[in-house]
Each structure stands twice: as structure tokens, then as C-alpha cells.
């Protein structure tokens, strides 16, 4: 799987909306964008994924560049549940039912009241 | 709760112990992950299986480690003369084996070797 950056922490307002950037410059043409977060002392949790169009659901939306090179992952209104760390992981379509997830070091949220 | 359930979920252990976790998965899910955290880290993957076989293992599994998946469901992991540095967090995770397919973690065991 192609290498992601991300920035280490970001801080949000509480009912503010927050964008969390990932590169992932050499992303290929098969590969997906996930978005998994993990609170605090819970497993990774699913939060998003797609391929070239933006995507949205219940949790969250996202965004993806033009040239798919970045991609950036939106909560429209965050709220102190929402304080986690948010890996941007790429899957490759073709092998994505049978690899494991590969994670880096994602991003830490805080939300202030 | 996401349905994958992981005992226990705290272990203390003295160095040179064996040391066993368990993990229920979603009941329908035929593919089940291992993964093993540490402060500060992102997961990293240690082995998985498709119903019982053990598809791939990481470089990270080493020879103390062993898990296995007897019927298709729950799974365990067992660490052989456990050292300090396997303290971390181990987490459970399955899936279906479908394309894009989300994976459901477990809330993992914390082991601490002392």
C-alpha cells in the first residue's frame, strides 16, 4: 500500500467544522482512500472511504483532490466525541478484500469546548 | 460495541510467561486480523486468516507468537515466554472478504509485561 502523510495534531472549537488533510502523492490508480479514527482506549473505527468523487455519510465527508495526490476528510460540526486519532490509510482495489489495514501514525484531534 | 469482543481485556504477566488472548468476531465475518499497538503508534498488522487457514503472517510475529482459528470463529493468540517488549496493546478485528470491505475492532487486550 502507497505511503500517506499526515499532520501529528490538529485542534478544533467545539460545533466547528474541521478539516483533516492526507497526502498521498503516489497513490495509484486503484488505490482507495479509508478514514478509520480511534477514540481513546477503543479499537479503530470505520469512518469513510472512496475513489475520485467526494463521498459523504452519516459520519463524516470526503473530499478528494483532482489528482487524487491528497485528500482531505471533513466533520462538519465537530463535537467532543469526535476527539481521536484520524488515520487516512490507501487500499488497493484489487487486493483490498485480502490485506490487512496499513496504518501510520494518523492525526490527533483535539475539540475544546 | 461493534460486535468483535476481546478477553480479556487488561493482563499482567511476569517476564518469561506464557500469555494466551482470545477473540470473538462478528458472527458471519470469515476473515479475522490480529494487530498489536503501541503507545503513540498506529496498529500494525500481525497475521490474519480466512475462515481457519492462516493466510499470512507479519514479520512482526515471531517464533513465541502463535495464533490460531480452530473452527472458523473465535481465534486466539498465544505469546510464548513473554518479554517486556511485548507489552502493548493487541487488537481483533474481522471482516467479510469482499472488496473495500470495513473492518470491525475489537476494544484489544493491554498486556504488561513486568
Known amino acids: 500500500d502507497a505511503k500517506t502523510t499526515q499532520p501529528n495534531s490538529m485542534e478544533s472549537n467545539e460545533e466547528e467544522p474541521v478539516h483533516l488533510p492526507c497526502n498521498h502523492s503516489?497513490?495509484?490508480?486503484?488505490?482507495?482512500i479509508h478514514w478509520y479514527r480511534q477514540l481513546p482506549s477503543q479499537g479503530p473505527e470505520y469512518v469513510i472511504h472512496?475513489?475520485?468523487s467526494n463521498v459523504n455519510n452519516r459520519m463524516a465527508s470526503l473530499a478528494i483532490a483532482e489528482d487524487r495526490k491528497s485528500s482531505t476528510l471533513i466533520l462538519h460540526r465537530a463535537t467532543l466525541r469526535d476527539a481521536a486519532v484520524y488515520y487516512c490509510?490507501?487500499?488497493?482495489?484489487?487486493?483490498?478484500?485480502?490485506?490487512?489495514?496499513?496504518f501510520g501514525k494518523g492525526t490527533r484531534l483535539s475539540v475544546i469546548a | 460495541d461493534t460486535g468483535v469482543s476481546q478477553n480479556p481485556r487488561h493482563k499482567i504477566t511476569k517476564r518469561g510467561q506464557n500469555v494466551t488472548f482470545r477473540c470473538d468476531p462478528i458472527?458471519?465475518?470469515?476473515?479475522l486480523y490480529w494487530y498489536r499497538q503501541t503507545l503513540g503508534q498506529g496498529p500494525e498488522f500481525l497475521t490474519y486468516?480466512?475462515?481457519?487457514?492462516?493466510?499470512?503472517k507479519s514479520r512482526l510475529l515471531s517464533d513465541r507468537f502463535s495464533a490460531e482459528r480452530p473452527k472458523g470463529s473465535f481465534s486466539t493468540l498465544e505469546i510464548q515466554r513473554t518479554e517486556q517488549g511485548d507489552s502493548a496493546m493487541y487488537l481483533c478485528?474481522?471482516?467479510?472478504?469482499?472488496?473495500?470491505?470495513?473492518?470491525?475492532f475489537g476494544p484489544g487486550t493491554r498486556l504488561t509485561v513486568l
Open positions: 478485528a474481522s471482516s467479510l472478504a469482499v472488496s473495500n470491505n470495513e473492518q470491525f
Open positions: 503516489t497513490i495509484s490508480g486503484t488505490d482507495y
Open positions: 472512496g475513489l475520485t
Open positions: 490509510i490507501l487500499r488497493d482495489i484489487e487486493s483490498s478484500g485480502n490485506t490487512p489495514l496499513v
Open positions: 458472527s458471519e465475518h470469515n476473515r
Open positions: 486468516f480466512q475462515n481457519e487457514a492462516q493466510l499470512e
